[in-house]
């Protein structure tokens, strides 16, 4: 079966320089989620999208901004990047009502 | 912030025995679910358990809910050592499409 796919799945940064995460929900999933996890830490939920619309909002720094197209993939742009920026940043996709989340298997980011 | 905190924090048994672990949250959930992360690696859905339940099934896996205490507990049966990794608690507060906040995490150690 089809899972999320996240690209890329590895990037190393400098300081002050932009970054861009993709990901591409599973087929026939509306909805999607980026979570980023710091090094021994739990997920934290950044931003989401459902229809191509924001759908809800949470620790995500001025600095970054994503967003949903019409083919349903997702976009984090990450700019200035800071140090503890570090981290894996997840996507997870859901069809519309259901509340299991799919993730994908993570792009990790190290800014040096 | 975070929604949940789960008990113990690392945990290691011998293999085929069972592991218990624990996490408690702090506000009202639509649903809470547990995911698995194998070492830097992508969130496996492992679970679903509605506020109405109290107990749910999976395979070698077995999920209890107690939303008056605001915690639930995952028991793995016969333990193996592909099992060893970190488990999270998840909760959602609305029906449909909503955010996850997870928990701090078990890292569970199986001993060959």
């Known amino acids: 079966a089809a899972g999320v796919i996240q690209s890329p799945r590895h990037l190393i940064k400098e300081k002050r320089e932009t970054a861009t995460l993709k990901c591409y929900p599973i087929p026939r999933h509306d909805t999607v989620y980026w979570y980023q996890q710091g090094p021994g830490q739990d997920p934290q939920f950044l931003i989401s999208f459902y229809e191509k619309m924001q759908s809800d909002k949470g620790s995500i720094p001025d600095r970054f901004s994503a967003q949903q197209f019409s083919d349903y993939h997702s976009e984090l742009n990450m700019s200035s990047l800071e140090l503890g920026d570090s981290a894996l940043y997840f996507c997870?996709?859901?069809?519309?009502?259901?509340?299991?989340?799919?993730f994908g298997p993570g792009t990790r980011l190290l800014v040096l | 912030s975070q929604q949940g905190e789960e008990d113990p924090q690392a945990l290691s048994i011998q293999e085929g025995e069972n592991a218990t672990m624990n996490c408690s949250y702090k506000?009202?959930?639509?649903?809470l679910q547990w995911y698995r992360q194998n070492s830097g690696r992508g969130l496996v859905h492992l679970i679903l358990i509605r506020s109405n339940e109290r107990e749910k099934h999976s395979g070698r896996l077995r999920v209890t809910l107690d939303t008056s205490k605001k915690s639930s507990s995952l028991l793995i049966t016969a333990s193996r050592a592909a099992d060893t990794a970190s488990y999270f608690c998840?909760?959602?507060?609305?029906?449909?499409?909503?955010?996850?906040?997870f928990g701090t995490g078990t890292r569970l150690t199986i001993i060959p």
């Open positions: 998840a909760t959602d507060r609305d029906f449909g499409n909503e955010k996850l906040t």
């Open positions: 506000t009202s959930i639509n649903n």
């Open positions: 997870a996709s859901s069809p519309q009502g259901r509340e299991t989340q799919y």
